[in-house]
């Protein structure tokens, strides 16, 4: 069986856990099989002082089915 | 003093704080004295598009006292 | 325009989000304009096997205005 | 000349070079041109003390020819 | 918002810049939206002791319109 | 479920392959469980310009059990 | 003598020289006996598929004259 | 022949190599046969602007002879 | 309780240890509260054969008490 | 004892130890007592979707006897 | 086909591209058959402000002739 | 001004210092010119529990003057 890595960004005003969970709902659109995820960058947009969004970097492995795109 | 430092995973469906927290608390059952972790990786585990368990890797610190085991 | 970046710890007794958002707060006492942060290690306290504070290392970045400081 | 680098993994429960060659040609099914692979990541998955599968992770360049898909 | 990250190689006989230059321009012929990229890899082609190509890989960032592909 | 993770190192007069296998084989005679393992460093010993033996450093998963050893 | 490294950004529409260039001279109006700079990370931003600005990271350093700043 | 490879830290107010040779001898008085350490981290306490203590990470390995433990 | 994290370097003609003290004493002459460094780098000017100082890069820990400068 | 490092690329058709242990025999054609190589590098040439070519990059290490050259 | 890989530096006034074509060129007058750089470290020699000499790090690969050197 | 950077290892019963001063009088009976080493790696020999030699891996650094070497 072979696998594909993506890499995606994900963001939330709530939590990190979020900004994952709102990005693999995202690409689970189109993209069937997604079985996990590795976190490799969290940062923050800051305005005044305050967070106001969180964004993460995701890798994504899926199932290779049909076929894999250019 | 001389301590030791050892590699734990960790998971929990609600949050990477929990899952942390439940390896922290499972190795004190029998090792007394943990005082610090280092979050070193930080994965999730998906099915049909949502995030069903946060899975974490943690180095744990603490104090050598009786004997360091091969 | 140039930006700076420093280097700040933040920590929590209650989440990850939260001490950084502590230490993004009062860095914008003396600071302003910061507007992204980094989020480069996560580490915890522990006592009696239970996580009792939450620790954060980040990058904070913001324009120069006025001066840069030696 | 531009190039695309897509992640992939491969196994076999044979070798690690089985696991990068069966990926390879799964990959080039859909893709041609691929004439260069990085193995970046090795693994392995274990049952009752013996290795039963190699996993690697790899990246595979080829040159775009026609369209780069989102 | 969801962004993908794609990893591409430029090249160029002029400059490192206009390596990257001719990789983002090509990927923007089929990719809309890309708005950021960051340098990873710089090497060049070397004939008689002179540098005949200049190529870098970089990471390009683009917000998920329609459909991610596998 | 938390699991540890150890490292160890492996040889073999033949392989790769056989050193990550021998040193799993070999864990696996006092400890249970381990399912997977990474392999992170290669080297090998050389006399007479001939490679005499590959050495490989893993880092094995298991689930903790029992005790968790100091 | 002891110097202190700092952490700057810089940008410039024509060249990562530029960039780099640009950042030294703004921090040079009040630091005095920057000596030397390390770039660190070299990303641009992209709009309509042409590269409108380079950004750079560098680490300046300079020697301790008077006070370091908390 | 099969090897463990543990982390521990040890600490002196003299020197880096004294928090070493502190950690592997009391690292040995339980483990036998730790034939080499890498020093991986060089921290120090610091009171009233002098270094109090030195701490060091090593990684110690030593063949393993009877039981590897979970 | 939020700290900053400064980067410095410090040299000497005898030894390590001392490169990092002079260094922290430099430093504690303006900055309080210095409780902790990392020693990320070291290097040595040489001259005919022979080191003539030892250099040090440390990153320097302290609590934030009243403004952090830009 | 002082020892010198070099870098060295090998190449097989058949696997990745014959690619190592090719660049070996080579090396010890003129350079005596390499005793230990490190792996540093995995890629392979692929042609119609076949792995035609392993490559790795090592690191042989030997004892310096007569002249270590420029 | 065996080669070997070694660390040169150069600089110039004028660009980084220049730095390295300089230190190609010169490595090319004694050493034939070099067809391949990784640019892998980019510093900046400044004075009173501005960059007076940039200076690089390369590794640069050529295929093993005649002998290697101790 | 073109360098070459070699790497080398040293050794000394005493100290980390010693060994890197004893690797750089040995390549300066060959080599004129070198000016900065850099220490990349440090491991010790332990026997019976105790270090009996300091292992030191160093990169140093010295201007071409004549021919480069294959």
Chains 1, 2, 3, 4, 5, 6, 7, 8, 9, 10, 11, 12 share one sequence.
Do not use: C
């Not at 979020?18 to 689970?28: D, G, H, N």
């Not at 099989?33 to 940062?43: A, P, R, S, V």
């Amino acid at each position: 069986m072979v696998e594909k890595i993506i890499e995606l960004t994900g963001s939330s005003v709530n939590s990190i856990e979020e900004a994952v969970s709102l990005a693999v709902a995202r690409a689970a659109v189109t993209i069937s099989g997604i079985y996990q995820i590795q976190l490799t960058d969290i940062t923050a947009q800051v305005e005044d002082g305050r967070v106001v969004r969180w964004k993460v970097k995701i890798k994504a492995t899926f199932p290779v089915k049909d076929r894999i795109h250019e």
